[in-house]
């Protein structure tokens, strides 16, 4: 079901409206149907894996729940989506890590640079004590979080030259999403960082407005944004994830069989957007080079490791501190 963001609000308002029937009747008559929001565009692992969760919650449900898909930006940005989590009127969201972190800063913990070997160190410490950590203080913000999904290791792409060491960055000006932790990292690399909507990059891009961005290759290549920014570097300086997030208000629209099923449809559906990441993202390396106009080049890794070193103190001095030291310390094992 195609869905825009006026059709969406349109029809969530008709629902807080409705007499409220008691969730046995409703589903004695008809399927429960939930909507999900995301960024990516078709194509890309997240959407490909929504397609995936969707299909095992009509399956493990027994039709019982059914799941529209809203991608691309369709209900909004990142943080318009969370909001609509938060206040009822959406359902799920496969969010970015960088607008979860606006609701729940713990979570910039999980950005610092350098800080994992590869995705798969990453997941594997979500899928443990500081994964429930954060999961626990996103409740208290009206979010449920069914799973960690991998928003990939993150590369800078400009129109102006390759990048090799972080002079190269300096005084350029770098679209980072609303994170706070990605605007650190520019800072202290001495670039410019700017922030602009996904849905607006290509544009901004192809207009000068910046001269470069970042992002994992899977969002570069789906989003063709080789095609405004031949120069690829393979800084690798973050990993994130992808917070697949149910509003806590939604819970309640649906039976504790149908709560499992949809939690086990999410890590399901996680670990084959997980396989899809790393799948892509390792052809990507080998033929986005092949492109017409695009050059790759590797990175002076130390110089950046160096360059970016003194963040993590200073984010040891947020309220949270605590954490970050727990994270770096699990991280280096």
């Known amino acids: 079901m195609t869905m825009t963001r006026r059709t969406f609000l349109a029809g969530a308002s008709v629902v807080a409206i409705a007499p409220a029937f008691p969730a046995f009747l409703r589903r004695a008559h ?43 930006e369709q209900l909004g940005s990142d943080a318009a989506m969370l909001t609509s989590l938060r206040t009822g009127v959406l359902d799920f969201s496969i ?17 610092l640079p350098f800080l994992f070997r590869d995705p798969a160190h990453a997941l594997a410490i979500l899928k443990g004590p500081i994964g429930n950590e954060l999961a626990e203080r996103l409740q208290k913000r009206g979010l ?16 102006k030259r390759p990048i090799l060491t972080p002079p190269d960055l300096a005084g350029m000006k770098i679209r980072v999403p609303a994170d706070a932790m ?6 202290a690399l001495n670039a410019s960082p700017e922030q602009i909507a996904f849905g607006e990059l290509y544009l901004a891009l192809q207009q000068g407005v910046v001269d ?21 570097s393979l800084t690798g300086h973050v990993w994130q ?17 149908e709560l499992a099923a949809i939690r086990e449809a999410a890590v399901e559906a996680g670990l084959m957007q997980h396989q ?3 799948d892509t993202n390792e052809k990507l390396a080998q033929t986005l080079q092949d492109f017409p106009g695009v050059k790759i080049n590797e990175v002076d890794r130390p110089a950046f490791q160096q360059a970016t070193s003194a963040i993590a103190e200073q984010w040891k001095k947020k309220p949270f501190g605590g954490l970050i030291t727990q994270l770096m310390d699990q991280a280096a094992q």
Do not use: C
């Not at 449920?144 to 129109?159: E, K, P, Q, Y």
């Not at 990605?182 to 800072?187: E, H, K, N, T």
């Not at 969002?219 to 690829?232: D, G, Q, R």
């Not at 994830?241 to 069989?257: D, E």
């Open 30 to 72: 008809a399927a429960t149907t939930l909507t999900l929001g995301h960024g990516a565009v078709p194509g890309n692992p997240r959407a490909l894996a929504a397609e995936r969760f969707a299909a095992l919650v009509l399956e493990k449900t027994q039709g019982a729940v059914r799941i529209n898909i809203a991608g691309a």
């Open 95 to 111: 969010n970015s890590q960088g607008a979860t972190a606006a609701v729940a800063p713990e979570l910039n913990a999980l950005g």
């Open 144 to 159: 449920v979080a069914l799973d960690w999904w991998d928003n990939g290791v993150r590369h800078v792409t400009n129109s």
């Open 182 to 187: 990605l605007m650190d990292v520019f800072r």
């Open 212 to 232: 470069g961005q970042e992002n994992p290759l899977a969002n570069i290549a789906s989003s063709k944004l080789y095609e405004v920014n031949a120069f690829i």
């Open 241 to 257: 994830s992808n917070p697949f997030l149910m509003a806590r208000m939604a819970q309640g629209k649906v039976g504790q069989p």
């Open 276 to 278: 899809l990441m790393h």
